[in-house]
């Protein structure tokens, strides 16, 4: 027990490392900040189909269609360094010798990545509650929708995380990691789909829609929250994490 708690310590203590690195650098900052400006832009300032204001009722669901494709970017970018630094740097050794399995280490860089972009998220529930003032009557949008989209795009932002720190322990390059880890992304989120249209492959189809972010993503913007969307975010991460571990464990061979 005693040993489970000093493991317990380690990995809070990486995480609040990891968090302060963010804070301490323009890091964090900058990710918060490229997230906020760009969904206001085009919620709020830049005309056309993402404008609050031309559409035909109140709501933020464009929101959920941006965020995704923005994320696609900021998280590489917030990732990239995770890994690479720390075996450019030879400070990867350090930690492995620390007493922490390979999972405590990967979870407390993943935890940190997901905190980033929660903190990021939170400031557009004052879009929710413009919105939410501006309907007629006041309060008429669809709160379901709304909160099933949030719990999407947690779990299609974790995944990404969880993508974002395999690419970086590949590479000891964060350039290279950060274009790993967009390509990635890029193709979990839409690659399966485009695969798919191509009409290849008859009734697997489906399968293959399945297989994409994209699909149960969509799914939980509906405000459903169903089982299955949650076993596939998570299967997804779990995937990440072990290859992820994989990696960090092949330097011991």
Known sequence: MERGFKNYSTVISLFAKEINHFFSSLTGYLVMAVFLVLTSLFLWVLPGTFNVFDSSYAGVDNLFLIAP???????????MRMFSDEKRTGTLELLLTKPLTDFQLVFAKFLA?????????????????????????????????????????????????AIGLFSSS??????????????LCLFM?????????????????????????????????????????????????????????????????
């Open 170 to 183: 590949l590479t000891d390059n964060p350039i290279v990691s950060f274009i790993l880890g967009v390509i």
């Open 113 to 161: 990545g997901w905190v980033l972009l929660i903190l990021a998220l939170l400031p557009t529930l004052l879009y929710v509650y413009t919105v939410h003032e501006l309907g007629n009557p006041v309060g008429n949008f669809d709160s379901g929708a709304t909160i099933g989209s949030y719990v999407g795009l947690l779990l299609l932002g974790a995944a990404y995380v």
């Open 189 to 253: 989120y839409v690659g399966f789909d485009q695969i798919a249209e191509l009409k290849w492959f008859g009734v697997a189809d489906l399968f293959l829609y399945n297989l994409g972010i994209n699909e149960h993503y969509t799914s939980l913007s509906r405000g459903v929250i169903d089982s299955r969307d949650l076993i596939y975010y998570f299967s997804l991460m779990t995937l990440f994490f072990a290859a992820t571990q994989l990696v960090l464990k092949s330097r011991k061979w």
């Open 69 to 79: 494709w923005v994320f696609l970017f900021l998280v590489p970018a917030t990732t």
